[in-house]
């Protein structure tokens, strides 16, 4: 009788124990599903909540961008005849292109240049301005809609407006780059006495850039600023090409 009994105990000891188990292993499925559905909505909302972000970063960036155009070509009106055409490649590429959510390297880099030609309408024609460009067109994302348009802007519109035009070693340096999926852009100047680098940091320009490259491309840029002996470098690169490939899996 013992020994049956004995056994009964150890029957339904293990019987217990499996259900238990199977309870438990069910629960926890179930919770590592909700898990993933929570994560997974969270994604949903965390990537909404940056396209809201950015609506709202270019809502406010666009009507800046037309006032210092708008501003350059007033100020020199006896070159207003031969900044028209320039004008016109970038206002058209502010109205329609830049809504888009990318654009090619090609669109990008075609508007940078043209800004570069309007802003060059207030300076004089003695003054050291050196811009070099270095594009492989025949690289394969050089049409491929994979740039957030309007990137180039805040570094070329901080170079105009903070540099002292006056001094006698003033200058503006641009270089642009796109070479094996890689995008670089570096700019330096001169920096005007009359707006300090901190100030400059702390604008909203600069700020809308580093939340931009933060929200678009993640780790897949690098974003340097440094200043000695009253020069003031930003250099910018982005990894054009491993972005496109991310794009194209997670797409």
Do not use: W
């Amino acid at each position: 009788m013992i020994h049956d009994y004995l056994i009964f105990i150890g029957v339904f000891a293990i019987f217990l124990f499996l259900t238990t188990s199977i309870y438990l292993f069910s629960k926890n499925q179930k919770l590592m599903l909700r898990n993933a559905k929570l994560s997974e909505a969270n994604k949903i909302i965390e990537q909404r909540l940056n396209e809201v972000r950015l609506e709202h970063i270019g809502t406010k960036l666009n009507p800046h961008l037309f006032k210092n155009i708008l501003n350059s070509v007033q100020s020199h009106a006896y070159q207003t005849y031969m900044s028209l055409d320039k004008l016109a490649n970038v206002l058209d590429y502010i109205l329609y292109e830049s809504n888009n959510k990318y654009v090619s390297p090609k669109e990008e880099l075609n508007f940078a240049l043209s800004l570069i030609e309007i802003n060059k309408i207030k300076i004089n024609p003695l003054f050291d301005f050196r811009i070099k460009s270095r594009i492989n067109k025949f690289d394969s994302i050089y049409e491929e809609k994979v740039f957030a348009p309007l990137i180039s802007v805040d570094l070329i519109e901080n170079a105009f407006k903070h540099t002292d035009f006056l001094a006698q070693d003033s200058f503006i340096s641009i270089y642009l780059e796109l070479e094996d999926g890689m995008f670089t852009m570096k700019v330096s100047n001169k920096a005007s006495q009359k707006n300090s680098l901190e100030k400059e940091k702390s604008g909203f320009g600069s700020q809308s850039l580093d939340q931009r490259l933060k929200m678009i491309y993640n780790t897949y840029y690098q974003l340097e600023k440094s200043s000695k002996n009253g020069i003031f470098t930003a250099e910018l690169k982005i990894n054009l090409g491993e972005f496109y490939d991310k794009m194209r899996y997670s797409g």
